[in-house]
């Protein structure tokens, strides 16, 4: 089983700075990528997706892909408490099929 | 409503008992997972299909069974539960590949 691995949390940022999350994978033919946000007692839901490298931007999100250092990232920008939560990173290491393989996490809180 | 539910929510059950967690998506998804997710451990994939009649074991399938009659269901059987088998598990979905999976609720399963 290949690995996905992320920063050790937990990571405590305050009201309105830059929250950045880091992962890095195992499997060099992995092609797709996902960031979920799970709150503590709910499901993991999609927050990005990248699939080529360089960076991909939604709203206060940015995700960053470099699959050259097997590496992708996530920046909060203007972190709020609402922000506050896990951070699950995964790689589809399978090129003809679905094979996620989750990162552990990276606890996110943002401070008032 | 349209999505992937996931029944019952909570289940307390007695070791050696047979227990079935239902997973129901309307999507019409190729692509059904289930993942357990524990302290320490993430998310780890327990089996996956690719269409209805075709499952596969996923990194920690002992003590489980699945079975796909149908594409918008994929209920997993623990045959005889174990107290190790106290978790909470995710169903979850996805089109084609390489696109991202989606989540049901979860099951808070413990086994007593």
């Known amino acids: 089983q290949k690995e996905v691995e992320q920063n050790s949390g937990p990571l405590s940022v305050p009201e309105g700075a830059i929250a950045s999350l880091n992962c890095t994978y195992s499997d060099r033919v992995s092609q797709s990528f996902f960031w979920y946000r799970q709150y503590s007692g709910k499901s993991p839901e999609l927050i990005m997706s990248?699939?080529?490298?360089g960076d991909k931007e939604d709203g206060r999100f940015t995700a960053q892909l470099n699959k050259a250092s097997q590496y992708v990232s996530l920046l909060i920008r203007d972190s709020q408490p609402s922000d506050s939560a896990t951070y699950l990173c995964a790689v589809n290491q399978d090129n003809y099929g679905q094979n996620f393989v989750f990162g552990p996490g990276t606890r996110l809180s943002v401070l008032p | 409503d349209a999505g992937i539910t996931q029944s019952p929510r909570y289940k307390i059950t007695e070791t050696g008992r047979q227990v079935t967690l239902m997973c129901h998506q309307t999507w019409s998804h190729s692509y059904m997972f289930w993942y357990r997710q524990d302290l320490g451990h993430g998310l780890r994939l327990i089996y996956y299909?690719?269409?209805?009649?075709?499952?596969d074991k996923g990194e920690v399938p002992d003590g489980y069974v699945v079975s796909r009659s149908k594409t918008e269901n994929f209920p997993l059987t623990l045959e005889s539960a174990t107290r190790s088998q106290t978790s909470v598990y995710f169903c979850?979905?996805?089109?084609?590949?390489?696109?991202?999976?989606?989540f049901g609720q979860g099951t808070r399963l413990t086994v007593v």
């Open positions: 990248i699939y080529s490298n």
């Open positions: 979850a979905s996805s089109d084609s590949d390489s696109t991202e999976a989606f």
């Open positions: 299909s690719a269409a209805a009649d075709i499952t």
